[in-house]
């Protein structure tokens, strides 16, 4: 018989994160950490919207692009929190989740050969998308000495006459890393340079603990090169509701949006009701997770460091990224065994990328309490290690 799989499909690896879960879920007393999701419910102004868009049969489709009411709000909300202005009729969409909007750039953006420019570690999706997208992917190694910053040094090294697309994932997962206004400038001129376009993953843009969050779409010339993707799943703990949107020139979105007709028809219509008075009402609700994630930040901070683990302080996002370089081992051993021997479930590094290897993600989307019983077993563990090595 025929092949029935398509070669590009085959070239796309699982994701690295799914094997730990899959492992952990068979087992008991573990503690995850390795999970990128709020562990705050949904503001319940917000669920309780949605429950009353139900309740009033607002159970048909919207527009394609989405609920007119709620592309307003998105507008409103972009222009307060990261001062750029968009047409919420021609320039904005909404999407099923913001990883529905990164496949649609990719797939609108890109001729087969064109290549993007993906700084990693960073989200998993990027690379498959690209390939999925006929497009080649070009890693740009983000280095721990640079905080995991995004350099011109960097980019002047991979890029080439096929580069067509940057993708700015900050605040970035897996590491926390941000870029400021500083950090971006340069990356702006690089982009103008060299007529690049930019998707910009803002997924994490409202936990930010050093300063407002900074749009490289705000910075002169970059609005008109820029897609600017964000959505509901992380600030406003609404996973499950799987909402995003994005924003861009209004020649990029049309396509975008004829594609995402074909494909999704339009995002959950009781999801878009709901986020509406999200963005009207719940800003409040939003900064009190950010303030108590910013907290459990800190907490981890002062104990790895209490514990000799070396981490870069993170400013964005729920993710700290230690080293375990000293030990020797890959990031999968150390992760399979700290699985094994204490109950901790983390993410390898390596899920992220070939240069996160030597790293784990640890998410502090969890309450203190597990988190501190965590970390207690991961102390146990690495002075289990120590001692091993000054045995050998």
Request: proline share 5%; aromatic share 10%; charged share 30%.
């Amino acid at each position: 018989m025929r092949n029935p799989i398509a070669k590009k499909i085959t070239r796309v690896r699982p994701s690295g994160i799914r094997k730990f879960f899959d492992i952990a879920s068979e087992m008991d007393d573990v503690i995850s950490l390795g999970v990128g999701e709020p562990d705050f419910d949904t503001p319940w102004r917000i669920r309780e919207e949605g429950i009353f868009s139900l309740e009033r049969g607002r159970t048909f489709y919207t527009s394609n692009a989405g609920l007119q009411e709620l592309r307003d709000e998105i507008c409103r909300y972009l222009d307060r929190k990261i001062h750029v202005s968009y047409d919420p009729k021609k320039e904005t969409m909404v999407t099923v989740g913001g990883s529905e909007a990164i496949d649609v750039a990719l797939r609108c953006m890109l001729d087969p050969g064109d290549e993007v420019m993906i700084p990693q570690p960073c989200y998993v999706s990027y690379v498959p998308c690209t390939i999925m997208a006929d497009g080649v992917p070009v890693i740009v190694e983000l280095k721990n000495e640079n905080e995991f910053k995004l350099t011109v040094e960097d980019m002047e090294k991979k890029v080439t006459d096929r580069t067509k697309i940057l993708v700015m994932p900050f605040p970035n997962n897996p590491t926390g890393s941000i870029m400021t206004r500083e950090d971006l400038e340069p990356v702006a001129e690089f982009v103008k340079k060299h007529d690049l376009y930019v998707i910009s993953d803002e997924i994490y843009s409202e936990l930010s603990y050093k300063g407002e969050h900074v749009s490289i779409a705000s910075l002169p010339g970059m609005r008109e090169r820029t897609i600017v993707i964000n959505g509901f799943s992380k600030g406003f703990a609404m996973t499950g509701w799987r909402l995003g949107y994005c924003c861009g020139p209004e020649e990029i979105l049309s396509q975008m949006i004829k594609l995402h007709q074909f494909a999704i028809m339009c995002a959950p219509t009781n999801s878009q009701y709901a986020a509406v008075e999200g963005l009207r009402s719940c800003e409040d609700d939003v900064e009190e997770m950010r303030r108590a994630y910013n907290q459990r930040r800190r907490y981890l901070m002062h104990e790895f460091e209490r514990m000799g683990l070396k981490c870069f302080e993170p400013y964005g996002a729920f993710y700290v990224f230690p080293s375990i370089r000293e030990f020797g081992m890959s990031s999968d051993e150390f992760a399979t065994r700290l699985l094994k021997e204490e109950r901790v479930a983390v993410v390898p590094g390596s899920a992220f990328g070939e240069c996160g290897e030597g790293f784990l993600r640890i998410s502090y989307a969890y309450s203190l309490e597990d988190l501190k019983a965590a970390l207690g077993r991961l102390e146990h563990f690495i002075q289990r290690l120590r001692k091993e090595q000054e045995r050998d």
